[in-house]
C-alpha cells in the first residue's frame, strides 16, 4: 500500500473514532498581537447546536475550556454562549511557532466540552495564527566584509550574507538594493569617492528552492587594487509588509590581488544522520576541498557561514584547517530534528566557496510519556465527585499522553492498570476521554483510585503512571431488570388480529414503590404490537404479511415507580412464518432473445427469471415449456433456455412458446410467460447464378455493336439477407483483351472496345459473385461465352467450340478468335455461289412459268422434287437426330466440379489470372435448375426452364448446390464454379445452306440443325491490331 493510501485509511479511521466519540473539530483563523475581548467565534452558531426540546438536560447547556491547571490560556471561551474571544496574554506568532516559516502551519489548539452529558461532545478548536508585519528584517552585522581579486571577470557573482525576517510570507523579506552613499573620505592610496561603488558593482536576488532570497554582488567593471582597493557601500534590505519594514548595512569590498582560483568542494550538498545520544566530539561529516593555486594561495581555510542559526554554531565545530565537522555540545533531536550547517571554504583572498552539510538527528528512546489530566468535572480537594447515578459514558477527564520522541519510540499507549467501571476512549491522536464504562453503584464500591498508565513503543518501553481519584455518591440505583436481554418469538403471517405473543417479565432488586414495574414499548416499536403495561403481554392487532416484513426488531422498557423512576429495556425480535400466498412472477410477461442462425444445438438462447415473494419450499420454483418441447428445452432450476434444434433463418425466421412456473408449495401455484425466439441471419449462403442458367450457353455479339453497349448480363442471388446479400460482380478471367467490363452492382456486360478482326470468334468470361457479408464474405464463379461474329451461321460447330472450351483450364484465356480473316472470305465467296445460285434458280423459274402450259404436270413434279431434296433431310437422319435429342434431355445426374484455382500475382494489376482446370461432361443437363421451387411456369419458356420474372418477386430461390455452413471454404485458394443448366443456351438458326430437321412436337424446343460444312480452326492471334 503506497504512503497516500495509507494516510486517506488513517483519516477515515480518526473521522470514524471522532464521530463515534461524540468529538469535533473546528477551525478559525486569527491574525497575532489582536487586543483583549476581539471576538473570534460562535461554537453554538458554527457548530450548528440545536436542543431537542423533548431530550431533558440535568443541567443548563454549558461550554467549558479544557485546559491544564496551571497553563494560561490566550482565549477564552463565554460558558453560556459559547462565544470565543481573545484574551489579556496576546498572541505572538514568532514566539508560539519559532522555526516554523511556512504561512500555514502554525496554530494554536484547545479543546472545549460541550455539557451536560445528555448532549456531550469534545470540540478540538485549531486557530490558524495569522503573521503581522510586527519584524523588520536585520543582517547578520551592520558592516559586510566581501573580498573580490583584481582579476575578476565583469558580471562575476559573488555572495552576499542575507538579511533574517522572523516575519513570514509577503511579510518576510521581498528586496535588496545598492545605496549610494552621501559622503566618503578621500586618501591618497585607494581613496575613497562619493561615486565609489555606484557603476563598479550591481545587485541581484536569487531565490532558493525552500524559498529564501540570497542578494549577489555582480562586478560590472574592470578592477584595479592599484587604483583603488575598497569600496564602500550601503546595502538595504525591505520586506512586503504594509507599510514596508527595512533596514540597512555598510557592504565593504576589498579588492585583493591576484589569485587565479578559487576553492572548490569535492561534494556541494552532505547529508548525514547523527544519533541524538552520539558523545561530544563524535566526527559528523569531513568537508574536502581543493585549490589549483600554489603556495598561500593554496591555503584553504574552513568556517561557518554567518547565515546559520546561532544553535547549529552551539551544537557543532568544524576544525578551521581539515574541515571536520564534530559535536560540541549534545544532541536533542527534540528540540531541532535537522540541522542546515553552510560551510564556506576560502583561500584568503577570493570570495569563499559555499557546501551545505544537512544533519539528520536521529531518534533515541530518551523521553518518558508525559501524562496530562484536564478534568471536566471540577475535583474537590483532587477528587472527583461522581454520583452512581451517573449514566453512561459520562465524561469525567480528557487525558492527554506526549512523547517527544519519533516513530514507535513516540508511539504512546494508554490504559487503566485494574479492572473498574471506567474506561479510556480515544478522541483525538493521543487525547483520551476518561468515562464511565457500566453503570455505577455505590453499595458495591464507594471509591475508586484510578491509575492511568501511559507507555510508549520503544526497546525497553518507558512508562509514566497518574492517580486520579473518584468517590461515589449514594442514589437510588436499582433498575428492573429483564429475565431475557433479548426475546426471539416465531408467529406464521396471516395470523388473527390481537394473537399474543409473549409475556415479558422484570424484576427490580428495590422494594415497594421501586419495584413497581410497569412495560413500555420502545419508540422503535411498530404500531402493529401492543404491549400491557401491567401485565407484559405482547399481542399482534393486526394480521402480519411476511412478504411486506418478515422480522420485527424493537425494544421494551421496565420502568419502576421510584424517584426518580428507572427503567432497562429488552429486545424483542418477531420473525414471521412463510405461508405459501404467492404465485411465483416472471420479470417480464413476455420475453424476446434473439439469436444467430448458426447457434449450435444445445447452445444457450436466453435466460427466464422469475421469483416467488414467500420463502423456503414455497419459493422453490420450476420451469417448464408448455409448447415447442420438440425444439426447445429450459432448465427447470436456472431458467436457461436451449435449443434442440438447429436453426435456419431462410425455413423459419421465429419461434414462440409458453412458459410455466410452477412453486413448491403444498397447494402449489403456478403461472405462464410468452417467449419469443429470433433468429438472426448469418452468413451461411453463397450467391447463386440464376442468369445465366448455364455454363454452355453463349451469347453472339455483333461486330457492329458499339462500345459501352450492353451485350449480355449475369444475375445471382443470396438466401441471406442485409449485407449477406449485397451482392459484387467482377471479371476474374478470360478477358486478357480487356475487350469486356462489367458492372459490379447490376452485372450488365458491356462493350469496353470497338470490336476489330483479331476479336472475331468464342470469348469466355470467369465472372465470380461475392456478397458482403461478415466475417468472412462467400462467392460463386461462372462462366459466360460470348461469340463475336456478326451472325451465327453454324450453331453446331459454336455450341462444339463451347463444349471444347469447357475442356479448358479455366486460368487458360479462350477467346482468340476461332474465325480467322481467311475463314471470313472463304465465307464471303460461299455467300456469292449461293447469291448465284439462287439467281440461276430463279432465272430457271421464270422461265419455267411461262412453258407451265405446255408441260404444267411433269414441272410441278419437278419443282416438288427439287424442293424436297433441297430443304427436307432424309427420314433417318430425322430419326437418328430425334434419339440423340432426347438422349441429351434425359440426364440421369447433375454432376457438380469443382476446380481448385490458385491466384498468382498478375502482370496487370487490373487484370486477376487463375491458373486451374475445370472438368466438365459433355453429357451435363440442365436439371440443377430443377431445385428452384418455382411457383409457376411462363407461357413463354418451356416448363422446366427457370421464370427469370418470377425470380425478382421469390424471396429465397433454391441455389443449383449449397455448401453447408459449417464447411470451411478458405479465403482465395478454393472457388466454386456453379454448374449452370442448358436449358436457357442460345442457339442460332441454320442459314439456307444448312440441312435442318425438326420433328418434334414440343412447341418450346429449339430446332437441331446439321449444317453443311463448318469453320475451319483458325491459328492463333497474338496481338491486338487497331
Known sequence: MDLLSGTYLLAVLLACIVLQSGAQEKNYTVREELPENVLIGNLLKDLNLTLDPDVPLSSPLQFKLVYKTGDVPLVRVEENT????????????????????????????????????????????????EDINDNAPLFPSTVINISIPENTAINSRYSVPSAIDPDIGVNGIQHYELLKPKTAPKRTFGSITNDQGQNVFGLDITETPEGDKWPQLIVQQILDREQKDTYVMKIKVEDGGSPPRSSTAILQVTVTDVNDNRPVFKENDIEVSVPENAPVGTSVSQ?????????????????????????????????????????????????????????????????????????????????????????????????????????????????????KDADLNGKVTCFTDHDVPFRLKPVFDNQFLLETATFLDYEATREYAIKIVASDSGKPPLNQSAMLLIKIKDENDNAPVFTQPIIGLS????????????????????????????????????????????????TAVRKLDREKQDRYSFTVLAKDNGIPPLQTNATVTVSVLDQNDNSPAFTHNEYNFYVPENLPMYGTVGLITVTDADSGENAAVTLSILNGRDNFIIDPLTGVIRPNITFDREQQGSYTFQVKAVDGGRVQRSSTAKVTINVVDVNDNRPVFVIPSSNYSYELVPTSASPGSVVTKVFAVDNDTGMNA????????????????????????????????SDHGLHRLVIKVNDLGQPESLYTIALVHLFVNETVTNSSYVQELVRRNMETPVGQNVGDG????????????????????????????????????????????????????WVSPNQENRQIKKKKKKKKRSPKSLLLNFVTIEESKPDDPGHEHINGTLDIPVELEEQTMGKYNWATTPTTFKPDSPDLAKHYKSASPQPTFQIKPETPVPP??????????????????????????????????????????????????????L
Open 82 to 129: 459559547g462565544e470565543i474571544f481573545t484574551a489579556a496574554n496576546r498572541i505572538d506568532r514568532e514566539k508560539l511557532c519559532s522555526g516554523i516559516f511556512s504561512e500555514n502551519r502554525c496554530f494554536y489548539e484547545v479543546e472545549v466540552a460541550v455539557l451536560p452529558d445528555e448532549v456531550f461532545r469534545l470540540v478540538k478548536i485549531r486557530f490558524l495564527i
Open 287 to 403: 568537508l574536502h576541498a581543493t585549490d589549483a593555486d600554489l603556495g598561500s594561495n593554496a591555503q584553504i581555510h574552513f568556517y561557518f557561514s554567518n547565515q546559520i542559526s546561532s544553535l547549529a554554531k552551539r551544537l557543532f565545530a568544524i576544525d578551521n584547517t581539515t574541515g571536520l565537522i564534530t559535536i560540541r555540545e549534545p544532541l536533542d533531536r527534540e528540540e531541532s530534528p535537522v540541522h542546515k550547517l553552510t560551510i564556506l571554504a576560502s583561500d584568503g583572498s577570493s570570495t569563499p566557496s559555499r557546501a551545505t552539510v544537512t544533519v539528520n538527528v536521529t531518534d533515541i528512546n530518551d523521553n518518558v510519556p508525559s501524562i496530562d489530566t484536564r478534568y471536566i468535572i471540577n475535583p474537590v480537594n483532587g477528587t472527583v465527585l461522581l454520583s452512581e447515578k451517573a449514566p453512561l459514558n459520562t465524561k469525567i477527564a480528557l487525558i492527554t499522553v506526549m512523547d
Open 491 to 538: 408467529i406464521p403471517e396471516n395470523n388473527a388480529p390481537g394473537t399474543q405473543l409473549t409475556k415479558i417479565s422484570a424484576t427490580d432488586a428495590d422494594s415497594g414503590r421501586n419495584a413497581e414495574i410497569s412495560y413500555i414499548l420502545g419508540s422503535d416499536a411498530p404500531p402493529i404490537f401492543n404491549l400491557d403495561r401491567r401485565t407484559g403481554i405482547l
Open 726 to 757: 449485397e451482392l459484387r460482380y467482377s471479371i476474374i478471367g478470360g478477358n486478357s483483351r480487356g475487350l469486356f467490363t462489367i458492372d459490379q452492382l447490376t452485372g450488365n456486360i458491356t462493350l469496353k472496345e470497338k470490336v476489330i478482326t
Open 818 to 869: 476461332e474465325i480467322t480473316p481467311q475463314t471470313n472470305d472463304y465465307v464471303k465467296i460461299i455467300i456469292a455461289i449461293i447469291a448465284g445460285t439462287m439467281t440461276v434458280i430463279l432465272v430457271i423459274f421464270v422461265t419455267a412459268l411461262v412453258r407451265c402450259r405446255q408441260t404444267p404436270r411433269h414441272k410441278v413434279v419437278q419443282k416438288n422434287k427439287q424442293s424436297g431434296e
Open 972 to 1025: 482465395k485458394k478454393h472457388h466454386v464454379i456453379q454448374e449452370l443448366p442448358l436449358d436457357n443456351t442460345f442457339v442460332v438458326g441454320c442459314d439456307s445452306l444448312s440441312k435442318c430437321s425438326s420433328s418434334s412436337s414440343d412447341p418450346y424446343s429449339v430446332s437441331e440443325c446439321s449444317c453443311q460444312g463448318g469453320f475451319k480452326t483458325p491459328g492463333p492471334i497474338h496481338t491486338r491490331q
